[in-house]
């Protein structure tokens, strides 16, 4: 229960969440768990829910002046987390990816999302690893991805190293600059709000369209499926008249023998049928 206290805390007040543990656990210490979340939810699969943006932005704004945290150390924490956690979720990937897609337990690892990084990967190739820093959900499961055979180790570092210190650098140096201003003070709750949901926003934008696409594909394969019914028919119909003509032509005793060898060769029903005319 304590377990989950914490994590709704963390999730409704990051900035309450930090002036926590400042008290709690004084000047230094108060570094571990800021490197923990950040690490847990760029590190494991399984924690892509974890607050990383707003939570930087808390921190930058408790790293201006008196705030209890220095701006470079809370610099230097999220760097090393978010690096770390990355190279961590992408060795995880080498060696057990397979293994964890199969069984299915990472609910938010949706077909829907796999299918849009391995688009990613093939459009940006390693820029993926930089522009999923700015997405979550996303930023959790690209180095997951990667891991599985998009990338080699060397290439990933790289991109890694310069997404984490991008995505850490924007949003705690926002916090740390506007955050002392008094009408972010005031509002501070509406604007972590407002980073969530600009921050959520292209992962729910993909998922509507990955919703109407296949709405799109069920519709359009309901009609192709429609017509070849409405062609089987006519088909059949055609074939019927055929099989009439045919059997009316040979009444007169002219083509008897073909007429019986095409009765012969037709579809039950029509065979049927043409027999019926027949006698």
Not at 78 to 105: P, Q
Not at 159 to 167: Q, T, V
Not at 204 to 227: E, H, L, N
Not at 262 to 268: D, K, L
Request: hydrophobic share 50%; charged share 15%; proline share 4%.
């Amino acid at each position: 229960m304590d377990i989950i206290n914490f994590f709704v805390n963390l999730l409704s007040d990051p900035r309450g969440a930090i002036a926590g543990w400042i008290i709690a656990l004084g000047p230094l210490w108060v570094y571990s768990p800021l490197f923990l979340i950040v690490f847990v939810e760029t590190g494991l699969v399984f924690f892509p829910f974890l607050p990383g943006d707003s939570l930087l932005f808390a921190a930058g704004v408790f790293s201006a002046d008196g705030g209890g945290l220095n701006v470079w150390a809370t610099l230097i924490v999220f760097y090393v987390a978010a690096i770390l956690g990355n190279t961590s979720n992408y060795w995880i990937a080498r060696f057990f990816g397979a293994r964890i897609i199969d069984s299915g337990k990472v609910k938010a690892l949706t077909p829907e999302r796999m299918s849009k990084l391995d688009h990613f990967f093939a459009k940006y190739g390693g820029l993926t690893i930089v522009i999923t820093r700015f997405m979550p959900f996303f930023r959790t499961f690209a180095p997951f991805i990667a891991g599985t055979g998009h990338m080699n180790f060397g290439k990933f570092t790289l991109f890694n190293c310069i997404g984490g210190i991008a995505w850490v650098s924007l949003f705690v140096l926002v916090g740390y600059f506007f955050g002392g201003i008094p009408l972010v003070q005031d509002h501070f709750e509406v604007i972590v709000l407002g980073i969530v949901a600009v921050s959520v926003a292209p992962a729910i934008i993909g998922a509507v369209k990955a919703a109407m696409s296949s709405r799109k594909k069920k519709t359009a394969d309901g009609r192709t499926q429609a017509q070849a019914g409405i062609d089987a028919e006519l088909v059949e119909e055609l074939e019927l008249r055929g099989a009439h003509a045919a059997v009316e032509e040979g009444l007169s005793g002219k083509h008897a023998a073909p007429v019986a060898k095409a009765v012969q060769g037709m579809p039950h029903g029509a065979h049927a049928k043409a027999e019926s005319e027949t006698e």
